[in-house]
């Protein structure tokens, strides 16, 4: 990736496992995991959440819903958050795993938790539901939309505007679109208003690329509170 201050993120997230691995036998420092069923029409979704140790789930926290459940169930993934929010590097997050995203579902999930903020995460075609459900969301429904290789095919840059886009792509997978499309589509979010964060890797194997680059989102994002 380009751009990435990896010194930061490297030293925050070495200071995390430290406090992580002094902890390793404490449960109170691990997030729980709660699976719900939420309806929307005549479809069923399984939703798993992930809640930060010794949250109250009735309090609110802000709240990633993400459409990449590859990424959310992966061990190494789950330590880096949990160390990064023990170690006060992070504010305390809840995650939201699903399949899908629309107005009604999240209503529905929100019968569950108390979300304070909400940003969307998607990989590949989770982006690209990301993208085209932000066309018709109300502005104000997600702080932010994360993207990471999305496909300018997929999407009509034309109808997105005035919310803030967070975009990764993948140059060795897709040079060919990323050269002759990606920069009329970004150049186009822009026209219309919208704020584009934009960052590239260049790795076939794309998992250890999507956990430092949402790793890096959320410190940016989500930093630790000073004490009251």
């Keep these: 990736m380009k ?17 992580g691995c002094s ?20 479809a ?70 108390n979300a304070n903020g909400r940003i969307f995460y998607g990989n590949g075609a989770g982006a690209d539901s990301g993208l085209q459900f ?8 997600f702080k932010e939309y994360w993207c990471f290789n999305p496909s300018p095919d997929n999407i009509n840059a034309a109808s997105l505007s005035g919310t803030t886009y967070r975009i990764n ?17 970004v150049y186009s979010l822009r026209k219309r208003g919208a704020t584009i964060i934009e960052s590239t890797y260049n790795d076939y194997n794309d998992l250890p690329s999507r956990i430092i680059e949402f790793l890096q989102m959320i410190i940016e994002v989500f930093p630790a509170q000073p004490a009251r």
């Design 134 to 141: 932000s066309i018709t969301a109300p502005k104000d429904l």
């Design 169 to 185: 792509w993948n140059l060795k997978n897709n040079t060919e679109a990323y050269y002759d499309k990606y920069p009329a589509f």
């Design 44 to 113: 069923t979704h399984e939703i798993d959440i992930r809640i930060p140790a010794g949250a109250d789930i009735n309090l609110p926290y802000p709240t990633v819903y993400m459409m990449d459940k590859e990424l959310f169930d992966t061990v190494l993934f789950v330590f880096y958050v949990d160390s990064l929010t023990y170690a006060d590097v992070i504010s305390p997050i809840l995650l939201v795993a699903t399949d899908d995203i629309s107005t009604d579902l999240i209503s529905e999930v929100e019968k569950h938790i």
């Design 3 to 19: 751009g990435h201050p990896y010194a930061i993120i490297l030293s925050a997230l070495l200071a995390a496992v430290c406090l």
């Design 23 to 42: 902890n390793t036998a404490d449960s109170s420092s691990s997030a729980r995991k709660q699976a719900v069923k939420v309806r929307t029409g005549n």
